[in-house]
T-cell receptor, first 117, second 109 residues
């Protein structure tokens, strides 16, 4: 299957600082990528859809000024958590979309665990 | 909200087939059935998807009932490494994956 990487795999930061997470499609080009968040013992929640060369589309309740998404190339999307607070501590996962003739398939990265102190 | 219903957990003996059921009684004609799994502290892994015909790949088989209201994912010879949360998701082309709670599959030796 297609390979998606994330960097870093984990990060610890102080409250008030900003953290950038990278998501790369390694062996294919991805016009569309997605960002999810997962709290302990919960399922994945979609945060936003990232489209190459255009503004991201955020899900209801997700602050676009806090979670900045940039999809500047066909293989890279970044999520920046600005002014992070302890409640932003979570597992952040990206996925990249491979469109098909009749059905799309998303391939997921390994995730980034963010801990805000 | 997720549009599928799955049992919260299942156990399976190592080496035996694991049959994971999924109910999607409100599925529309254009929606595919996708299966993903998530091993602890990792990103979800794509397994298989189908529309109405049964599908098989190197990982699993997907059996969809004729009325498409339910499906079963079959892992033919479960191993300890198949212990994970399995998600059944229905999605129309161009739409978004909505993850439910999934089924925790525990493979035991």
């Amino acid at each position: 299957g297609a390979v998606v990487s994330q960097h870093p795999s984990w990060v610890i930061c102080k409250s008030g600082t900003s953290v950038k997470i990278e998501c790369r499609s390694l062996d294919f080009q991805a016009t569309t990528m997605f960002w999810y968040r997962q709290f302990p013992k919960q399922s994945l929640m979609l945060m936003a859809t990232s489209n190459e060369g255009s503004k991201a589309t955020y899900e209801q309740g997700v602050e676009k000024d806090k979670f900045l998404i940039n999809h500047a190339s066909l293989t890279l999307s970044t999520l920046t958590v600005t002014s992070a607070h302890p409640e932003d501590s979570s597992f952040y996962i990206c996925s990249a979309l491979i469109p098909g003739l009749a059905a799309d398939t998303q391939y997921f990265g390994p995730g980034t665990r963010l801990t805000v102190l | 909200d997720a549009k599928t219903t799955q049992p919260p957990s299942m156990d399976c003996a190592e080496g035996r087939a694991a049959n994971l059921p999924c109910n999607h009684s409100t599925i529309s004609g254009n929606e595919y059935v996708y299966w993903y799994r998530q091993i602890h502290s990792q990103g979800p892994q794509y397994i298989i998807h189908g529309l109405k015909n049964n599908e098989t790949n190197e990982m699993a088989s997907l059996i969809i009932t004729e009325d498409r209201k339910s499906s079963t994912l079959i892992l033919p010879h479960a191993t300890l490494r198949d212990t994970a949360v399995y998600y059944c998701i229905t999605m129309e082309y161009g739409n978004k994956l909505v993850f439910g709670a999934g089924t925790i599959l525990r493979v035991k030796s």
